[in-house]
Nanobody, 115 residues
């Protein structure tokens, strides 16, 4: 079993920054993908940014140029640096880890951006 734990959420004002962290632990074989998804009230969960084991990344158009995903493979940890936060970035952010085809989710961390 793999455990996924997020941290770093909080309340910030528009234009400020936050850094989220996600650590995977347990019976890890080979993580091929780690990523961040978010879900705002009344909306479906959407992909924000993902990073593959080889280092390639994908970003949602809405966060390109503002968010940066990075990964420490040795620590099985992924980070999401969020700059120039907007009101519409308010959501619960979830970390997804894919290990040998199995998908694991964290419990989520709340990010609230106020005006």
């Amino acid at each position: 079993q793999v455990q996924v734990v997020e941290s770093g959420g909080g309340l910030v004002q528009a234009g400020e920054s936050l850094r989220l962290s996600c650590a995977a632990s347990g019976s890890i074989f080979r993580i091929i993908l780690m990523g961040w998804f978010r879900q705002a009230p009344g909306k479906q969960r959407e992909s924000v940014a993902v990073i593959y084991s080889g280092g390639s990344t994908n970003y949602a158009d809405s966060v390109k140029g503002r968010f940066t995903i990075s990964r420490d493979n040795a620590k099985n940890t992924v980070y999401l640096q969020m700059n120039s936060l907007k009101l519409e970035d308010t959501a619960v952010y979830y970390c997804k880890t894919v290990d040998l085809g199995k998908v694991y989710w964290g419990q989520g961390t709340q990010v609230t951006v106020s005006s």
